[in-house]
């Protein structure tokens, strides 16, 4: 099977069909990674281009563990290596990129688009590992695949998505995936933190935690992306984490087998407390380990499948 597309640029644009494939193939694969040799075939002669230009240590990991256990030859390149600190521009190191003919180019950028931009420039595949605020879709697929596995559906369940939801990729791309495949999503956080038009999305939107996270089958807590904030936008991080910090009593008004996730890295007692992030309903490590076995079906799909 393959999928019939060039690149994943993001969850709007993938179909039911899609993600179910997806997520089936992510499903066959997380067993080669229990194995002693942790090896497959599949990808013998391909080569995959991890083109990280902002931090990274889950994704970018997963990728080239996922691109290693099919086997396919992996170089990784950061900003700080490449030749952007010389003043290339970016479209000038894409067509460098795709002069060297490799099959897969998966790329972070700070800026929304930019793998879109490189979709049409060049003729090798493209993954979006995280494109500024706009979408980070692997880590969706992921998020879902681990959801699916707990609860053995995503149809129907309730997920509350609570925290600095307007700087967010992980945020829009679950927000299109889950209601997508049948979830109801609520997501919640300071007025300043949540983006005028995302009912328009079909969400419900709350500003009060305890209100989204009510009944919760699966409350997703969102890291305080400080870095892409511009200004005070909380008074302060303990008034927030009084607030919005996931913690031993609020996650009483959930139901008892909700499953708690964070795409990570956390912010440990900021939006999660140290307890419930270690805690038994703890998925986080769980998607950690999904997000391989997802990276790996997505090179799968696009360059290798038949
Ligand atoms: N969830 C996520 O994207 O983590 P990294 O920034 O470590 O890749």
Do not use: W
């Not at 040799?37 to 083109?51: A, D």
């Not at 590992?129 to 681990?146: F, I, K, N, V, W």
């Amino acid at each position: 099977m393959k999928l019939s597309r060039k690149d994943i640029l993001g969850m709007e644009d993938l179909s039911v069909e899609e993600i179910n494939l997806i997520l089936d193939t992510a499903e066959s694969f997380i067993e080669v990674s229990t194995r002693e040799i942790k090896k497959v075939p599949t990808l013998r002669g391909k080569t995959v281009i991890n083109l990280f230009l902002e931090p990274s240590t889950r994704t970018r990991t997963s990728f080239e563990i996922a691109a290693k256990r099919l086997s396919a030859d992996t170089i990784s390149i950061s900003a700080a290596m490449s030749s952007m600190v010389k003043g290339e521009t970016l479209t000038d190191m894409a067509r460098t990129l795709e002069a060297m003919n490799p099959d897969v180019i998966v790329m972070r950028h700070s800026a929304a688009g930019a793998p879109h931009m490189l979709s049409g420039l060049i003729k090798q595949s493209i993954i979006n590992a995280g494109d500024g605020a706009h979408e980070h879709p692997t880590q969706a697929l992921l998020d879902m695949l681990t959801i699916r596995e707990r609860k053995e559906k995503v149809a129907g369940l309730k997920v509350a998505i609570v925290g600095d939801i307007a700087h967010s990729r992980v945020v829009r791309s679950n927000i299109y995936g889950l209601i997508r495949m049948g979830a109801e999503v609520t997501v919640a956080g300071p007025a300043t933190m949540i983006p005028r038009d995302i009912d328009k999305m079909g969400v419900r939107v709350s500003c009060r935690m305890k209100e989204a996270i009510k009944d919760a089958d699966v409350i997703m807590m969102l890291r305080m992306q400080i870095e892409r904030q511009d200004g005070n936008i909380f008074p302060s991080l303990r008034e927030y984490s009084n607030y919005y910090c996931l913690n031993a009593q609020n996650i009483t008004l959930a139901k008892d087998d909700v499953l708690v996730m964070h795409p990570g890295p956390i912010n440990r007692g900021v939006e999660i407390a140290p307890d419930i992030a270690d805690g038994s309903r703890s998925v986080i490590l769980d998607q950690v380990t999904n997000g391989v076995a997802v990276r790996m079906a997505l090179l799968y799909l696009l360059v290798g499948g038949k």
